[in-house]
């Protein structure tokens, strides 16, 4: 909106007489800026895995009465569990304002809460258990070449590792065969033994 204004000189000189009328004008002030009517929160992914090292990237979006984007606003973060890269961004022109979310070493839920203006949105990220460190297994006979006459035997030997490290004592081990017997089976499965580790090692005799 502009105003318009009219300014009248008058000479009372003795010389002369009349009046001149001059225009201005000046420009309205600013409108205010908009105010934030909504506040959403949302995160990307919504489940990680908790090993300390995972992140979700989470979102506060303000927008105004009529929907539209409001920039230029601080919105303010916490969590329940993990760690915030900040605890307060601001707005850009899509009216978003982000923060990552770093998991930690326990499972569970991390629910983040936005707040600006006086207005407070949440959302939730699922911290997932890591899974089990790679387990491996190798086995071994010795001799390999025995007699099939009832009485000769070989010992077998398993090596398990857990996470490159021996499992830990007393984790069962499944031997199976399909010729001849294991000493101390099951006499009804004869061809089947589950014994436990010691250091990472379980032995069963053929």
């Known amino acids: 909106t502009a105003y318009f204004y009219r300014i009248f000189v008058v000479d009372t000189g003795a010389l002369s007489s009349g009046s001149n009328e001059i225009s201005a004008t000046t420009a309205s002030p600013p409108p205010p800026p908009p105010s934030v009517a909504n506040l959403s929160v949302s995160a990307t992914p919504t489940s990680i895995v908790a090993?300390?090292?995972?992140?979700?990237?989470?979102?506060?979006?303000?927008?105004?009465?009529?929907?539209q984007p409001v920039a230029d606003h601080a919105v303010d973060f916490t969590t329940t569990a993990g760690t915030l890269s900040a605890a307060s961004a601001t707005s850009n022109a899509q009216g978003n304002a982000t923060v990552t979310l770093t998991s930690?070493?326990?499972?569970?839920?991390?629910?983040?809460i936005a707040t600006s203006s006086g207005l407070?949105?949440?959302?939730?990220?699922?911290?997932n258990a890591p899974p089990p460190p790679p387990a491996t297994v190798s086995v071994a006979v010795t001799p390999t070449l025995i007699t099939a006459d009832g009485v000769s035997t070989g010992t077998v030997t398993s090596n398990v590792t857990v996470g490159g490290q021996p499992a830990p004592d007393g984790t069962a081990v499944t031997f199976t065969t399909d010729w001849g017997n294991f000493q101390g089976a099951d006499p009804a499965t004869p061809q089947n033994l589950q014994p436990t580790t010691l250091n990472g090692v379980a032995t069963a005799v053929l």
């Open 51 to 67: 090993d300390g090292a995972a992140n979700s990237t989470i979102t506060a979006t303000l927008t105004d009465v009529n929907n």
């Open 104 to 112: 930690g070493t326990t499972a569970g839920t991390a629910n983040i």
């Open 120 to 127: 407070t949105g949440t959302c939730s990220v699922t911290l």
